[in-house]
């Protein structure tokens, strides 16, 4: 077992809050008659936003994992090549499966130009709908991979007093756009026109927690007083400022549950970064295996809910089950899913970027010699 199993097991709670989240959506709503049963856990889900949750965490880890990706000496295109062939296969074929069962078995229609758009894994940028709404967390992804490989050629990749200044400028910029937008200082929107949007806005703050992440791994490699300091005043931003900021738009906010979705979850998921990557590291098994499939039961996952809720409703429509049953039957149906899926789509795929990158780095290394 690798030295940062803990990582995939993280992984792997993020994952599965994620697929809570859509399988109790689909339970809650779209079964008739489930919520006699089980739909506490509906209410958990929505209450405390485990999907969020679950982003935020992933957004974590990939902080702390991504930077690491770019060596000293290896060929300008092998972190693309890598990038690209650990994302876009197995991407694609999500999208395959996701209009297969999601739009076209039902009768629904996709518009050719969207499917185009959405092949390029940033379809907002043509004003294209996403093919699954969790899509758009790999924009950010990209954002991220574009941002670490700026900082990689200026070589302060992994300059901790860099990554702590963008970090806390980035955690500013969002604070001041969730003022703008719901308070309680509201008076910044004058100030802040242009962070008005639904993707640029909560970038900033996802791209401060991958940065987060980033100072972490930094302190992983060398411990360092001054990193501990770094790391704990953002942490004190998530964990403390952001929530009381939450708690004063409460007292005067209509809509309660709106407010509580968008403040809490965030301290919850950097909460639980901290606690599982220098506090309790779980490497069971199971979950360090889980994480490794945990793309696949991400960009699969909600396929194998709708597809479930399908069959249910077209082969045994008399069958009615609780809203917990419905979770953990479509958790398992989704796990098995993305075991086959990484098995034969994204385990290959990922190896033969890594191959090609290899192949990048020996040539370059080759011509330096010669």
Not at 39 to 68: C, E, H, K, M, T
Not at 253 to 275: G, H, N, S
């Amino acid at each position: 077992m690798h030295r940062y199993a803990h990582v995939d097991s993280m992984r792997a709670l993020a994952a599965i809050l994620v697929v809570i989240t859509h399988a109790s959506e689909y339970g809650h709503f779209a079964i008739p008659g489930a919520r006699v049963s089980g739909d506490w856990a509906y209410w958990w889900s929505y209450w405390l936003d485990f999907g969020r949750i679950g982003v935020v965490l992933f957004f974590g880890i990939s902080g702390f994992v991504i930077p690491s990706s770019l060596k000293p000496g290896q060929h300008p295109l092998s972190f693309w090549v890598k990038r690209f062939f650990r994302l876009y296969p197995l991407f694609w074929f999500s999208i395959v499966a996701a209009l297969a069962i999601q739009w076209w078995l039902p009768g629904r229609a996709f518009p050719i130009r969207d499917i185009f758009a959405n092949v390029t894994m940033v379809p907002e940028a043509f004003g294209a709908e996403y093919v699954q709404a969790v899509y758009w967390t790999l924009s950010v992804e990209l954002v991220f991979y574009g941002l670490c490989y700026v900082l990689f050629l200026r070589k302060i990749h992994e300059n901790a007093r860099i990554l702590t200044v963008l970090a806390a400028a980035l955690a500013i910029l969002f604070f001041l756009y969730q003022n703008a937008n719901v308070g309680p200082l509201t008076g910044v929107r004058s100030f802040f026109p242009r962070l008005q949007g639904e993707f640029l806005g909560p970038t900033l703050g996802h791209l401060s927690i991958m940065l987060l992440g980033a100072l972490c791994r930094v302190y992983y490699q060398k411990p360092d007083r001054k990193l501990v300091y770094a790391i704990t005043g953002l942490s004190l931003f998530w964990l403390v400022l952001y929530p009381v900021c939450g708690l004063v738009v409460l007292q005067t906010a209509q809509k309660t549950d709106e407010i509580v979705r968008l403040f809490f979850p965030y301290p919850i998921a950097v909460a639980l970064f901290l606690i599982f990557l220098f506090g309790v590291k779980v490497r069971l098994p199971f979950t360090v295996w889980l994480g490794q499939v945990s793309y696949s039961l991400y960009l699969l996952h909600d396929v194998m809910v709708y597809a479930v809720g399908y069959l249910r409703e077209k082969l045994i429509p008399g069958f009615v089950p609780g809203v917990l049953s419905y979770i953990i039957f479509c958790t398992l149906v989704a796990i098995a899913a993305a075991a086959l899926s990484y098995r034969f789509v994204e385990k290959p795929t990922h190896e033969l970027g890594l191959k090609l990158a290899r192949y990048l780095d020996a040539r370059r290394k080759l011509a330096a010699s010669a």
